[in-house]
């Protein structure tokens, strides 16, 4: 690869870097200018095969527990020039050599149908799973540092099996771990276990970075207090969602699989107060899903929903939540509606973005990854979750996230019918993978703490001027953040 070496004495001496690059040149550097042309040429014969057009049908989540949950969105591009990865490859050759990456996923089923394409290297398997989520997202970490040594391990079907995936990769050395997995089965509310693994696992493993995903549950989401409606029956009442909404009117089309979940602010494992969720078809007058798990200072603050439009006509359903015994305390509520488009939700009630991140996702010590749009000027994506998130248990606080952005619908091999352009968040946590890999083959000894300042400070800013809950610290930027490590 390219040689440099730092030489203080040249300080001042500034080298213009070609391309894209022009506006950012620092001297101090001594390089094998002709190992570049060499590296560049490569890189583009990589960057020509790596856009097959392969196309894919949607690829369902092969596991069958619908509280977990890997972020696929829905739908186009590349992000190798945009977040400006190419850039400090082909000028620095930093290609994340001697950086292992390990990767959390569904599955690399067909990892050898990705190779023979020259999409990807070797990679170390722990648990292979199934689907080829993971092959996606090991090609995006590829295209960007392909020196980086690649290393994955499926999740498991669990939050049990994903805790071990997370200790395995760290004990393998990774000093990068990328997932795009939520579980809604972890409290929204509080720090679950994953969560509290991940922390562990950080605290013994100081140099390994992990990078997560914000989700795609921002467009239906709803988060509020509890709200005396009308009484039902004796010690049970219904929750008033406001505007005059006693119940959020949706439609199924048929074969439409609609999930949802609703947590409230009780502790977990300790749920005080009984609340039970109620799908009804107003037309035929009749229930036809509930969730209604006991709270008696014992269970989960959870309730949890699956319902299938078996007819072959779109069909009219209508979500209440109803609260048993008595109905004072204020408790926050907050729901996840999935599977359906948000169009289908007659109500703008249930479609409020803010907050919509929870779990490990909302870790200080992680970083959480939202995905804005390949095409200038590169907004959010409608389903990147957003912040600030709200803990309530077991002291009030919030949770500063996202923290970066970087783009989804971004080509992949399509190797196993996976969805090309590759969606949702899934696609943007393995670029900043990607860029954490380059930056670390450059700077092996940087602390986590100068990494990820390194990485926020320098990173374009989208939204409201400075950090804030849609775009986390803007666009990642590589070669800004290569620059200011150059310069500490
Ligand atoms: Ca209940
Ligand atoms: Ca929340
Ligand atoms: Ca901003």
New binding site residues.
């Given amino acids: 690869m390219l040689i440099f070496s730092r030489t203080d004495s040249k300080r001042n001496k500034k080298i213009p870097l070609p391309g894209l690059l022009s506006d950012y040149y620092r001297g101090n550097l001594i390089m094998g200018w002709i190992k570049t042309l060499i590296l560049c040429m490569v890189l583009v014969c990589v960057c020509f095969s790596s856009c097959a057009d392969t196309k894919a049908s949607f690829q369902s989540h092969l596991y069958n527990d619908t509280t977990i949950v890997s972020c696929v969105g829905t739908l186009k591009t590349e992000g190798d020039l945009l977040v400006r990865s190419n850039g400090i490859r082909e000028v620095f050759g930093a290609s994340g050599k001697g950086i292992k990456v390990g990767v959390i996923g569904n599955g690399v089923q067909s990892l050898e149908q990705s190779q023979a394409l020259g999409e990807l290297g070797p990679v170390t398997i722990f648990e292979r799973g199934i689907g080829d989520e993971g092959t996606a997202m090991l090609e995006i970490i590829h295209d960007i540092a392909p020196d980086a040594g690649l290393c994955f391990h499926a999740y498991g079907g669990s939050s049990d099996q994903f805790k071990k995936a997370v200790s395995t990769l760290a004990d393998a050395g990774c000093r990068i771990i990328c997932d795009d997995l939520y579980f809604f089965r972890q409290p929204?509310?509080e720090d679950g276990d994953v969560a509290y693994h991940i922390r562990e696992v950080l605290k013994a493993h100081p140099d390994c970075i992990y990078v997560t995903v914000s989700g795609n549950f921002a467009p239906l989401?709803y988060?509020k207090p509890w709200k005396l409606g009308i009484s039902i029956g004796p010690d049970k009442t219904i929750h008033d969602f406001g505007d005059g909404y006693s119940a959020i009117p949706m439609t199924l089309l048929p074969d439409d699989e609609v999930i949802v979940t609703l947590q409230w602010d009780d502790p977990w494992g300790y749920a005080v107060h009984d609340y039970d969720l109620f799908l009804t078809d107003p037309n035929r007058g009749e229930v036809v899903a509930t969730s209604m798990n006991i709270q008696d200072e014992t269970g989960e603050p959870f309730e949890h929903l699956v319902f299938r439009n078996e007819m072959d006509e779109s069909r009219r359903v209508s979500l209440s939540i109803v609260r048993n015994g008595e109905n004072v305390t204020p408790n926050i509520l907050?729901m996840y509606i999935r599977n359906i488009d948000t169009r289908q939700v007659e109500t703008d009630i249930v479609k409020d973005p803010a907050?919509?991140?929870?779990g490990h996702a909302a870790l200080e010590e992680v970083i959480t990854v939202g995905s804005v749009m390949i095409e200038p000027p590169h907004l959010i994506s409608p389903d990147s979750s957003q912040g600030p998130?709200?803990i309530l248990i077991p002291e009030p606080s919030r949770r500063w996230k996202p923290d970066i952005c970087a783009p989804t619908n971004v080509q992949v091999s399509g190797a196993g019918s996976f969805p090309v352009p590759f969606p949702g968040t899934s696609a943007a946590a393995p670029h900043v993978a990607g860029v954490v890999a380059q930056l670390l083959s450059s700077f092996p000894d940087l602390t986590r703490d100068e990494l990820i300042d390194a990485l926020y400070e320098n990173a374009f800013d989208l939204g409201e001027p400075g950090w804030d809950p849609v775009y986390g610290y803007g666009l990642v930027d590589a070669v800004k953040s290569f620059q200011a490590l150059l310069e500490r």
């Fill in positions: 929204f509310l989401h988060q907050e907050d919509s991140i929870f998130v709200t």
